[in-house]
């Protein structure tokens, strides 16, 4: 029983280039969560998305950063034209019904914009 | 004022010491979760709870609803604790809001 799966671990990128990461949530989650945590900062909201729909979207910057979770395959988190500020350890989480279930985290993706 | 107030931001203890970690919300909640990280590492759910008390091994996590307050506590600690702690209230809004972490540190 696989936990919350989620590649590359690490993903370096030069600036304008385009990132992408992928989070496989637990078998029959279908609530997915993706956060951000800076350097040395805590972790921060970006996006909740339940199955093909985005619910929440408040944490996420308005440009270039877009987010999907499709009815096939893993929940896409998308970095189009990647700044050095971009660079940051990226975690999904997935739980069975939102917040008031367990979340259960993943290793997280550690993009490094050069 | 964060919604989520941790503290301390630091900890530092010898092993066999009784740890507490304080985390504070001002938000309303359905479910307080404690979370630990590792560093460099993921992220790893110890507990998630609406009142009461929970344990799991060397671990508690108390809730007071009215006070709005949770603690973690480790007995018996051990060097292999040595992580971030991180406090996150679960809203009705079914997004986690996180205090900053207490980073704790056990020497043998």
């Known amino acids: 029983n696989a936990g919350v799966m989620q590649n590359p671990r690490h993903l370096v990128r030069r600036r304008g280039q385009e990132a992408r990461l992928r989070c496989s949530p637990v078998?029959?989650?279908?609530?997915v969560y993706w956060y951000r945590q800076l350097p040395e900062e805590g972790l921060k909201f970006m996006v909740y998305?339940?199955?093909?729909?985005?619910?929440?979207e408040s944490g996420m910057p308005k440009e270039r950063f877009s987010a999907e979770f499709p009815k096939e395959g893993p929940s896409i988190l998308r970095i189009q034209q990647v700044v050095r500020g971009d660079s940051a350890a990226y975690f999904c989480?997935?739980?069975?019904?939102?917040?008031?279930?367990?979340?259960?985290f993943g290793q997280g993706t550690r993009l490094t914009v050069v | 004022k964060n919604e989520v107030e941790q503290s301390p931001q630091n900890l530092t203890a010898q092993e066999g010491e009784f740890i507490t970690i304080n985390c504070s919300y001002s938000?309303?909640?359905?479910?307080l979760h404690w979370l630990q990280q590792h560093p460099g590492g993921g992220i790893v759910s110890l507990f998630m709870?609406?009142?009461g008390k929970k344990k799991h091994g060397r671990l508690i996590a108390t809730i007071n609803i009215q006070e709005k307050h949770s603690s973690l506590h480790i007995t018996a600690s051990h060097p292999r604790d040595s992580a971030v702690y991180i406090c996150?209230?679960?809203?009705?809004?079914?997004?986690?809001?996180f205090g900053t972490g207490t980073r704790l540190q056990v020497f043998p």
């Open positions: 989480a997935s739980s069975s019904h939102g917040a008031r279930t367990e979340a259960f």
């Open positions: 078998k029959g989650h279908s609530h």
């Open positions: 998305l339940q199955k093909e729909n985005i619910i929440d």
């Open positions: 938000v309303g909640i359905s479910a």
């Open positions: 709870l609406s009142s």
């Open positions: 996150a209230a679960g809203g009705n809004t079914d997004k986690l809001i």
